[in-house]
Protein backbone atom coordinates (compact mmCIF):
# COMPACT_ATOMS: atom_id res chain seq x y z
CA UNK A 1 0.00 0.00 0.00
CA UNK A 2 1.13 3.95 -0.69
CA UNK A 3 2.46 5.56 1.44
CA UNK A 4 -0.66 8.94 2.22
CA UNK A 5 1.46 10.48 4.55
CA UNK A 6 1.85 13.59 2.43
CA UNK A 7 -1.25 13.53 0.76
CA UNK A 8 -2.80 13.57 3.72
CA UNK A 9 -0.76 16.20 5.42
CA UNK A 10 -2.09 18.63 2.38
CA UNK A 11 -5.31 17.68 2.88
CA UNK A 12 -4.82 18.73 6.46
CA UNK A 13 -3.08 22.03 5.22
CA UNK A 14 -5.96 23.09 2.74
CA UNK A 15 -8.31 22.63 5.78
CA UNK A 16 -6.68 24.40 8.11
CA UNK A 17 -6.34 27.57 5.29
CA UNK A 18 -9.92 27.14 4.89
CA UNK A 19 -10.37 27.85 8.56
CA UNK A 20 -10.25 24.47 10.53
CA UNK A 21 -7.81 24.33 13.83
CA UNK A 22 -5.11 22.53 12.56
CA UNK A 23 -5.58 19.48 14.80
CA UNK A 24 -9.01 19.12 13.64
CA UNK A 25 -7.75 19.61 10.37
CA UNK A 26 -5.83 16.31 10.86
CA UNK A 27 -7.63 14.27 12.34
CA UNK A 28 -10.06 14.32 9.47
CA UNK A 29 -7.43 14.04 6.73
CA UNK A 30 -6.48 10.75 8.99
CA UNK A 31 -10.04 9.38 8.82
CA UNK A 32 -10.04 10.25 4.70
CA UNK A 33 -6.64 7.94 4.56
CA UNK A 34 -7.47 5.27 7.27
CA UNK A 35 -6.86 1.95 5.99
CA UNK A 36 -9.81 0.46 8.01
CA UNK A 37 -13.42 1.66 8.27
CA UNK A 38 -13.55 2.97 11.47
CA UNK A 39 -10.36 4.09 14.11
CA UNK A 40 -9.74 4.98 18.03
CA UNK A 41 -9.19 8.69 19.37
CA UNK A 42 -6.26 6.14 20.68
CA UNK A 43 -5.13 4.81 17.07
CA UNK A 44 -5.20 9.07 15.95
CA UNK A 45 -3.22 10.16 18.86
CA UNK A 46 -0.51 7.65 17.83
CA UNK A 47 -0.31 8.25 14.27
CA UNK A 48 -0.55 12.07 14.31
CA UNK A 49 1.72 12.26 17.46
CA UNK A 50 -1.01 14.66 19.04
CA UNK A 51 -2.48 14.78 22.85
CA UNK A 52 -5.32 12.47 23.37
CA UNK A 53 -6.95 16.08 24.52
CA UNK A 54 -6.56 17.20 21.06
CA UNK A 55 -7.84 14.26 18.91
CA UNK A 56 -10.76 14.38 21.42
CA UNK A 57 -11.63 17.97 20.80
CA UNK A 58 -11.30 16.85 17.10
CA UNK A 59 -13.71 14.15 17.44
CA UNK A 60 -16.15 15.65 19.02
CA UNK A 61 -16.43 18.98 16.68
CA UNK A 62 -16.39 16.51 13.68
CA UNK A 63 -19.25 14.82 15.19
CA UNK A 64 -21.46 18.04 16.03
CA UNK A 65 -20.80 19.21 12.35
CA UNK A 66 -22.06 15.50 10.98
CA UNK A 67 -18.86 14.37 9.83
CA UNK A 68 -17.82 11.26 12.06
CA UNK A 69 -19.90 9.27 13.68
CA UNK A 70 -19.64 6.44 16.09
CA UNK A 71 -18.83 3.13 14.93
CA UNK A 72 -20.02 -0.52 15.72
CA UNK A 73 -16.69 -2.19 16.92
CA UNK A 74 -17.98 -5.69 18.61
CA UNK A 75 -15.72 -7.08 21.33
CA UNK A 76 -13.86 -3.77 21.60
CA UNK A 77 -13.79 -1.90 24.85
CA UNK A 78 -12.69 1.21 23.25
CA UNK A 79 -14.84 3.67 20.84
CA UNK A 80 -14.48 3.74 17.00
CA UNK A 81 -15.88 6.15 14.96
CA UNK A 82 -15.81 6.60 11.35
CA UNK A 83 -16.37 9.09 8.46
CA UNK A 84 -19.96 9.51 8.08
CA UNK A 85 -21.30 7.90 4.49
CA UNK A 86 -22.83 11.09 2.85
CA UNK A 87 -20.66 13.19 5.31
CA UNK A 88 -20.58 16.34 2.94
CA UNK A 89 -23.58 16.10 2.07
CA UNK A 90 -24.22 16.20 5.75
CA UNK A 91 -22.18 18.69 6.41
CA UNK A 92 -23.46 21.46 3.96
CA UNK A 93 -26.98 20.66 5.41
CA UNK A 94 -26.58 21.15 8.79
CA UNK A 95 -24.41 24.52 7.90
CA UNK A 96 -28.55 25.78 6.63
CA UNK A 97 -28.10 27.22 10.44
CA UNK A 98 -25.01 28.77 10.37
CA UNK A 99 -26.53 30.20 6.70
CA UNK A 100 -29.84 31.36 8.89
CA UNK A 101 -28.08 32.68 11.33
CA UNK A 102 -25.70 34.67 9.12
CA UNK A 103 -29.30 35.90 6.85
CA UNK A 104 -30.55 37.11 10.73
CA UNK A 105 -27.30 39.05 11.54
CA UNK A 106 -27.44 40.88 8.22
CA UNK A 107 -31.27 41.89 8.64
CA UNK A 108 -29.97 43.08 12.37
CA UNK A 109 -27.64 44.92 10.73
CA UNK A 110 -29.59 46.62 8.22
CA UNK A 111 -31.66 47.63 11.32
CA UNK A 112 -29.14 49.14 12.95
CA UNK A 113 -27.05 50.92 10.61
CA UNK A 114 -30.31 52.79 8.55
CA UNK A 115 -31.64 51.62 5.30
CA UNK A 116 -29.60 54.02 3.55
CA UNK A 117 -25.80 53.95 5.11
CA UNK A 118 -23.07 52.29 3.48
CA UNK A 119 -23.23 49.92 5.67
CA UNK A 120 -26.94 48.33 4.80
CA UNK A 121 -25.94 48.17 1.05
CA UNK A 122 -23.01 46.02 1.97
CA UNK A 123 -25.29 44.28 4.56
CA UNK A 124 -28.05 44.29 1.79
CA UNK A 125 -25.18 42.50 -0.31
CA UNK A 126 -24.71 39.70 3.07
CA UNK A 127 -28.70 39.18 3.18
CA UNK A 128 -29.74 38.36 -0.74
CA UNK A 129 -26.54 36.65 -0.90
CA UNK A 130 -27.02 34.33 2.26
CA UNK A 131 -30.58 33.96 1.37
CA UNK A 132 -30.18 32.36 -1.67
CA UNK A 133 -27.89 29.79 -0.40
CA UNK A 134 -30.09 29.10 2.31
CA UNK A 135 -33.00 28.74 -0.75
CA UNK A 136 -30.50 26.60 -3.03
CA UNK A 137 -28.68 24.83 -0.72
CA UNK A 138 -30.93 21.60 0.13
CA UNK A 139 -32.44 21.64 -3.89
CA UNK A 140 -28.31 21.24 -4.77
CA UNK A 141 -27.91 18.45 -1.83
CA UNK A 142 -31.40 16.47 -2.98
CA UNK A 143 -29.84 17.13 -6.91
CA UNK A 144 -26.44 15.91 -5.36
CA UNK A 145 -27.80 12.67 -3.93
CA UNK A 146 -29.91 11.80 -7.20
CA UNK A 147 -26.78 12.05 -9.26
CA UNK A 148 -25.33 9.43 -7.19
CA UNK A 149 -27.89 7.15 -6.05
CA UNK A 150 -28.24 7.85 -2.41
Known amino acids: MADTTEAAERLA ?16 AAFMFADTD ?9 R ?10 AVKMLSTVGLIERAPAPGSRREHHRLRDGAWATLMSSQNGMVQ ?19 ARRLHEMHDFYGYMFRELPA ?11
Do not use: C
Open 13 to 28: LVLTQGGLQKSTSRVL
Open 38 to 46: SVTAGELAE
Open 48 to 57: LGISSGSVSG
Open 101 to 119: AMLEAAEQGIEAAGEDTPA
Open 140 to 150: LIDRWRAERGT
